[in-house]
């Protein structure tokens, strides 16, 4: 039987059985269906689950040495999600974006300084810096979801885009104008149809631009940095 096990794993593809593998596919399950997915209750169940999977596959990613913190974490993280999910108070909703934020923060750094940290380019290496970048822009979508229920009118959105996509409804971690709002000012494209208003707003907004630039510049730079001394290699 063991032997059997053993042949079946050796047949499956190495970027599949890699580290950030199944972390990534997650965040594109997030990043697709809160922005893609128009049926409401369709759209926070599935966001729901893809938040939990998220939550308990970090506890693997982690090291030993960050467990016992990403535990700490992802527990009160995770109870406060569904609670947010079966009630409509404020004060619930406010504390369960904030550990949200929290803890997407610490699971991006985490991943980021692992990836620079690797010596050599490998499948695992690549999909970890895909899984940084697309925390990037799930963890400021959640970030501005946290500000909107603090302060309303710190975004404005045009008409047509409010209508198309549900805006109004109650906030979440993955609105779907929110997540949409983060990923084209993390990618810089600026299609105009979200504003910010509030100076917290715009503080936010001019940050994430500014990561994702200076993300992906470290990155090449790292990158190319990495092959360069393989090739000078003796």
Known sequence: MSS????????????????????????????????????????KVIDGVAFSVLLVLAIRIVGQRLRVATVALVVPTLISHWIDHLSDSLVHRIVGLG??????????????????????????????????????????????????????????VSPGLAHASGWGEPISAFTPVLQYYSFTTLATLGYGDVSPLSPGARALSVMEGLAGQLYLAVLVARLVGIHTARALKP
């Open 4 to 43: 059997t096990v053993g042949h079946v794993r050796g047949r499956v593809p190495r970027w599949l059985s890699g580290r950030y593998t199944g972390l990534t596919i997650v965040l594109l399950i997030l990043s697709v269906s809160s922005i893609a997915i128009g049926q409401t209750d369709l759209r």
């Open 99 to 156: 550990l949200a934020t929290v803890f997407l923060v610490f699971l991006t750094l985490v991943i980021m300084f692992a990836v620079f940290r690797d010596e050599t380019v490998t499948f695992d290496t690549i999909f970890g810096a895909v899984c940084a970048y697309l925390l990037l822009g799930v963890t400021w979508g959640t970030a501005y979801a946290l500000l909107v229920v603090i302060s309303p009118d710190s975004l404005s």
